[in-house]
């Protein structure tokens, strides 16, 4: 039945003029559907936006709307009427652009359902003969929203948080065009001559599929080269949109880049953005190049593998600054976490652990004096040299108020191995709640001394903080501020949700200790009463004890529930699916996949 359907909607290709005038109000006949030259208009600005923005926040114009359903077969002027391919709209758009629309009429915003969605199009100036090649590209000042559930509930006028009812589904981005995993294209999006306004936006989709396995080979986008075998996930070139509640899975690229490859002043902003189980010669999750500076906030970097350098991330003649991430569990020859080549990133409450190589498990860095702050190297492996550090050719990075395996603190800062010691850097245990792939005893504070043991595998990991560590009030808060270009903490909110700054100093690493009620203790045991399962998208827990609290946290150790249990069976049908719960009652602790 779904290739059926995919065969009904490459039939309707031909009728996306017709379509989309109903929408837009204009002629868009005798451009050229394949064509994407000249396509991306030419009117820039280059103010830099706050990267803090959520833009699943932002309410926009519903005339300047379309909306995107895999499973409708409208003119996209409505959720009831909306249109069937993402990528049909983005042609649209850019079509739009190029016959110079007016500003009333442009498609400014694109709303996209919950399912599976397959560029259709082959991206190149000049159309090749190879399937491969198509991608989804995005269009200048077209902000794409993705994760609605269209069931009849949403409204036109406003877009729900991301993971909120309404916007809890699961839209993907897929290079799978043949539906077998055979023959994906080598890149899934693409970028182009986008400048860094913030006004071009991906928001809430999965990208996964792509297999940038090509020759060393390039076609031309909007005027610029993309090379076919980097980039799977997704490739910019010259082009920094903004990137939020995206998830990059399960991509590869012979050379560079298998989640992601930003080149040639290509400088995205991400925030709450996961690169996970991506892979690549270098940089399996991320490849940056050619004076390329994104910044990630809220980011996560795990179970990425290169066979060469930069498992989780490879840094090549680049500025990037990461806030608020995880690096773990990556692997690669050199620099398991990341490799930096002649680079200067910034790294600040970033916790980088359980990462491996032969060289530099946590990092490696080439000529490059990386800058770290309130950040934790632990746990990382190497099989040669360098388990946490290797600096090689005139490295000297420069560490502060950080958590460092092996440096000795700054008591005893071994400079040779490690770089410049900056102050106020420890040599101690963080004391992570579920470390990647580590063996742990954890208790229900305050209602059971039971100590319960775990094997935690990369979908059960959790880098928050227990009671007690070193890393806690350990950070310096001007370092975090002075990065962030802000002046108080209002607002700010760490890597699981909760607020940056919950004592008098900031803590190190990605997470901040949650005192009081919800301390982070509370969640992470478990024993044999309490038992949880999904069915039908509905989490049942059974073994629960009436009248006593339910609580229920994401992976991330962030609230989504809170109530009285009723009986001792009860049902949460409200809950994303694909996701990992932990449940709390009673002193008992059950985990399990919705």
């Given at each position: 039945?779904?290739?059926?359907?995919?065969?009904?909607?490459?039939?309707r290709?031909g009728?996306?003029?017709?379509?989309m005038?109903?929408?837009?109000?204009?002629?868009?006949?005798?451009?050229?559907?394949?064509n994407?030259?000249d396509?991306?208009?030419?009117?820039?600005t280059?103010?830099?936006?706050?990267?803090?923005?959520?833009?699943s926040?932002?309410?926009?114009?519903?005339g300047n709307?379309?909306?995107?359903?895999e499973?409708?077969?409208?003119?996209?002027?409505?959720w009831?009427?909306?249109?069937?391919?993402?990528a049909?709209?983005?042609?649209?758009?850019a079509q739009?652009?190029?016959?110079?629309t007016p500003?009333?009429?442009?498609?400014?915003?694109?709303y996209?359902?919950?399912g599976?969605?397959?560029?259709l199009h082959?991206?190149?100036?000049?159309p090749?003969n190879?399937?491969?090649?198509?991608?989804?590209?995005?269009v200048?000042d077209?902000?794409?929203?993705?994760g609605?559930?269209?069931?009849?509930?949403l409204t036109m006028?406003?877009?729900?948080?991301?993971?909120?009812?309404?916007?809890?589904?699961?839209t993907?981005l897929s290079?799978?065009?043949?539906?077998?995993?055979?023959?994906?294209?080598?890149?899934?999006?693409?970028?182009?001559?986008?400048?860094?306004?913030?006004?071009?936006v991906?928001?809430?989709?999965?990208?996964?599929?792509?297999?940038?396995?090509?020759?060393?080979s390039?076609?031309?986008?909007?005027k610029e080269?993309?090379?076919r075998?980097?980039g799977?996930?997704l490739?910019l070139?010259?082009?920094?949109?903004?990137?939020?509640?995206?998830?990059?899975?399960g991509?590869s690229?012979?050379?560079?880049?298998?989640?992601?490859?930003?080149?040639?002043?290509?400088?995205?902003?991400l925030?709450?953005?996961?690169?996970?189980g991506?892979?690549?010669d270098?940089?399996?999750?991320?490849?940056?190049?050619?004076?390329?500076?994104?910044?990630?906030?809220?980011?996560?970097?795990?179970?990425?593998?290169a066979?060469?350098?930069?498992?989780?991330?490879?840094?090549?003649?680049s500025?990037?600054?990461?806030?608020?991430?995880i690096?773990?569990?990556?692997?690669?020859d050199y620099?398991g976490?990341?490799?930096?080549?002649?680079?200067?990133?910034v790294?600040t409450?970033?916790?980088?652990?359980g990462?491996?190589?032969?060289?530099?498990?946590?990092?490696?860095?080439?000529?490059?004096?990386?800058?770290?702050?309130?950040?934790i190297?632990?746990?990382?492996?190497?099989?040669?040299?360098?388990?946490?550090?290797?600096n090689?050719?005139?490295?000297?990075?420069?560490?502060?108020?950080s958590?460092?395996?092996?440096?000795?603190?700054s008591?005893?800062?071994?400079?040779?191995?490690f770089?410049?010691?900056?102050?106020?850097?420890?040599?101690?245990?963080?004391?992570?709640?579920?470390?990647?792939y580590?063996?742990?005893?954890?208790?229900?504070?305050?209602?059971?001394?039971?100590?319960?043991?775990?094997?935690t595998?990369?979908?059960?990991?959790n880098?928050?903080?227990?009671?007690?560590?070193p890393?806690i009030?350990?950070?310096?808060?001007?370092?975090y501020l002075?990065?962030?270009?802000?002046s108080?903490?209002t607002?700010?909110?760490?890597l699981?949700g909760?607020?940056?700054?919950?004592?008098?100093n900031?803590d190190m690493?990605a997470?901040?200790?949650?005192?009081g009620e919800?301390?982070n203790d509370?969640?992470?045991?478990?024993?044999d009463?309490?038992?949880?399962?999904?069915l039908?998208?509905?989490?049942?827990?059974?073994?629960l004890?009436?009248?006593k609290t339910?609580?229920?946290?994401?992976?991330?150790?962030?609230?989504?529930f809170?109530?009285?249990?009723?009986?001792e069976?009860?049902?949460y049908?409200s809950l994303?699916?694909n996701c990992?719960?932990?449940?709390?009652?009673?002193g008992?602790?059950v985990?399990?996949?919705?």
């Amino acid at each position: 039945m779904k290739n059926s359907r995919m065969t009904g909607k490459r039939r309707r290709m031909g009728m996306i003029t017709a379509m989309m005038t109903a929408i837009c109000m204009m002629a868009i006949q005798g451009i050229t559907t394949n064509n994407y030259a000249d396509l991306v208009a030419k009117d820039v600005t280059t103010a830099r936006v706050d990267e803090r923005v959520s833009y699943s926040e932002t309410a926009l114009n519903p005339g300047n709307i379309v909306y995107v359903d895999e499973n409708r077969y409208g003119d996209g002027s409505s959720w009831n009427n909306a249109y069937p391919d993402l990528a049909d709209v983005l042609i649209a758009a850019a079509q739009q652009r190029a016959a110079k629309t007016p500003d009333n009429e442009l498609i400014k915003a694109i709303y996209v359902a919950k399912g599976i969605y397959y560029p259709l199009h082959n991206a190149a100036d000049v159309p090749t003969n190879d399937s491969h090649d198509a991608a989804f590209v995005l269009v200048e000042d077209v902000k794409i929203f993705g994760g609605f559930v269209n069931d009849g509930s949403l409204t036109m006028d406003s877009i729900p948080l991301f993971g909120e009812p309404g916007r809890n589904g699961v839209t993907t981005l897929s290079g799978d065009i043949n539906h077998n995993s055979t023959g994906n294209v080598y890149h899934v999006v693409i970028g182009a001559n986008i400048p860094d306004n913030g006004e071009t936006v991906l928001d809430g989709v999965t990208v996964t599929g792509g297999k940038a396995n090509g020759t060393f080979s390039s076609i031309r986008v909007n005027k610029e080269v993309f090379y076919r075998n980097s980039g799977g996930g997704l490739c910019l070139v010259n082009a920094s949109p903004k990137l939020v509640n995206v998830t990059f899975y399960g991509n590869s690229a012979e050379n560079f880049g298998g989640g992601m490859y930003n080149m040639n002043n290509s400088s995205p902003v991400l925030n709450h953005v996961t690169v996970s189980g991506n892979s690549a010669d270098y940089g399996g999750g991320m490849f940056n190049e050619n004076h390329s500076s994104p910044v990630l906030t809220n980011v996560i970097v795990t179970e990425n593998s290169a066979s060469n350098g930069g498992g989780g991330i490879y840094n090549d003649y680049s500025l990037p600054v990461l806030t608020n991430l995880i690096v773990v569990g990556n692997k690669a020859d050199y620099g398991g976490g990341m490799f930096n080549y002649f680079s200067l990133p910034v790294l600040t409450n970033v916790t980088v652990s359980g990462n491996s190589a032969v060289f530099g498990g946590g990092m490696y860095n080439n000529n490059s004096s990386t800058r770290i702050n309130n950040s934790i190297f632990w746990g990382n492996t190497a099989s040669a040299n360098g388990k946490n550090i290797y600096n090689w050719n005139k490295s000297i990075p420069a560490f502060t108020h950080s958590i460092i395996e092996g440096s000795g603190g700054s008591g005893k800062w071994n400079t040779a191995a490690f770089g410049a010691d900056n102050g106020n850097n420890l040599d101690a245990d963080p004391m992570f709640v579920a470390p990647f792939y580590s063996q742990f005893s954890v208790y229900f504070a305050g209602e059971t001394d039971t100590l319960i043991d775990f094997l935690t595998s990369s979908n059960e990991l959790n880098y928050q903080l227990q009671k007690g560590s070193p890393a806690i009030d350990a950070g310096d808060n001007t370092l975090y501020l002075t990065i962030s270009g802000i002046s108080d903490f209002t607002g700010e909110k760490d890597l699981a949700g909760n607020p940056r700054l919950s004592g008098f100093n900031i803590d190190m690493g990605a997470y901040e200790y949650l005192k009081g009620e919800t301390d982070n203790d509370e969640f992470v045991i478990r024993n044999d009463f309490l038992r949880a399962y999904a069915l039908n998208g509905v989490l049942y827990v059974s073994g629960l004890t009436p009248g006593k609290t339910v609580r229920i946290y994401n992976i991330l150790g962030t609230p989504v529930f809170k109530g009285i249990a009723t009986g001792e069976t009860d049902s949460y049908p409200s809950l994303p699916k694909n996701c990992i719960y932990i449940i709390t009652n009673n002193g008992q602790t059950v985990k399990v996949m919705n």
